[in-house]
Structure formats: C-alpha cells, structure tokens
T-cell receptor
Framework: AQKITQTQPGMFVQEKEAVTLDCTYD???????LFWYKQPSSGEMIFLIY??????QNATEGRYSLNFQKARKSANLVISASQLGDSAMYFC????????????FGPGTRLSVLP | DSGVTQTPKHLITATGQRVTLRCSPR?????VYWYQQSLDQGLQFLIQ???????AKGNILERFSAQQFPDLHSELNLSSLELGDSALYFC????????????????FGAGTRLSVL
C-alpha cells in the first residue's frame, strides 16, 4: 500500500505568492517523523523541514512551514513569498517504526514559480 | 552543501559490468543510507549502515551490495549491470541510528548518475 501520497504532480505559483504542497500519509505507528525535501534541476536532495508526530507546534523554517493535521494524516508544506529559485521537485517523506525506521518517499510535486 | 560527498558524479558503463559508488558522510554521522531514484520507481531505499554494521535493508537487488568502513565512508557495489539499473544513486547520512527525533534527519549527497549502455 502506498504510504505517502502527493496528489499534485505539478503546481504553478506566481512569484511572491504563497503556495501549499499537499502530502498525506498512512501509518499505524504513533511515533513517526515527516520530512520535506527539495530537488532542483541540478539533482541534489535538500532537506527543508521536519515534523515529529508528537510535536504540538507546526514546524517552521524561514519561508517554509508545515501544516500538520495529525487526525487527517496530512503534512502540507507551505512556502511563503515564492521565489524563482523555489522552482523544483518537492518530496514528502515519512519515517515510521513499522517500516524499519527508514524513509518512504512520495512521488513528488513539481513546482514552477512564474515571474 | 550538505556535507555528504559522493563520487563519482557521473558514471557511464556497459551491461554486465561492475561499478563502485563511494560516499563520505557528514562529519560525526554514524548512519549511511543508499537510495536509488529512477523515473519509473521514484526514490527507493536500498540499505542502511550504522557504525559499520548493516542496519536495515530495503529494495536492494542481490546483484547489489554495500559496506561501511571503519572511517565510516561507504561503498555501494553494483554488478552484472542491466539497462534498468540506470538511475541516480543517492547516499544520505544521519547522526543516529534513525530511531527518532531530529537526529533522524537524513542529509543527502549530490548523487551519482549511472548510465548503463
């Protein structure tokens, strides 16, 4: 069964606008971690933000924030004030103890920022 | 720069050959992970080593093997290569075993792009 779902294969956003990238996950574990990574066209995987399942506050890192809704099993990434350099693939990933504590990645969302 | 170093950046080889990909983790990180990213399979976890010992196995083929050396660098060996092995291979590292909390953040190298002709 697919563990991570990213329903938006591609997204467009105007420069300086905010954008939300969706991620839903499936786990029966109570302790898990959720991660977002960015992959620009150059290919490297860049860590953006982390949310633990027991964290009460939504994670924030600069222009990135994670809208964590545990009951709905969603962990959406919000990018504020989009920049041209934000154009990339974005992957949601989960670590849970039922999967050997290793990462499962979603299929990704390609974000294009328009000038 | 994540601090994880992978060499080579690109590798072109022929079917049936064997190659070795190398990874140096971030300073102080004890865990090394290998992933394969292909167009049809997405990002797949292959194997994890922690402080020299195999910790977890994912979708790694029997033709593939890995090890982590005492200096904590790791090598991924791919043998009897097939066209379908063409992919981007990532190494990642983290401080701990991967068992929870912020210690479990994995930092990725730039990847090795393997082309099998």
């Amino acid at each position: 069964a697919q563990k991570i779902t990213q329903t938006q294969p591609g997204m467009f956003v105007q420069e300086k606008e905010a954008v939300t990238l969706d991620c839903t996950y499936d786990t029966s574990d109570q302790s898990y971690g959720l991660f977002w990574y960015k992959q620009p066209s150059s290919g490297e995987m860049i860590f953006l933000i982390y949310q633990g399942s027991y964290d009460e506050q939504n994670a924030t890192e600069g222009r990135y924030s994670l809208n964590f809704q545990k009951a709905r099993k969603s962990a959406n990434l919000v990018i504020s004030a989009s920049q041209l350099g934000d154009s990339a693939m974005y992957f949601c990933a989960m670590r849970d103890n039922n999967y050997g504590q290793n990462f499962v990645f979603g299929p990704g969302t390609r974000l294009s920022v328009l000038p | 720069d994540s601090g994880v170093t992978q060499t080579p950046k690109h590798l072109i080889t022929a079917t049936g050959q064997r190659v070795t990909l190398r990874c140096s983790p971030r300073s102080g990180d004890l865990s090394v992970y290998w992933y394969q990213q292909s167009l049809d399979q997405g990002l797949q976890f292959l194997i994890q080593y922690y402080n020299g010992e195999e910790r977890a196995k994912g979708n790694i083929l029997e033709r593939f093997s890995a090890q982590q050396f005492p200096d904590l660098h790791s090598e991924l060996n791919l043998s009897s290569l097939e066209l379908g092995d063409s992919a981007l291979y990532f190494c990642a590292s983290s401080p701990g075993t991967g068992s929870g909390g912020a210690k479990n953040i994995q930092y990725f190298g730039a990847g090795t792009r393997l082309s099998v002709l």
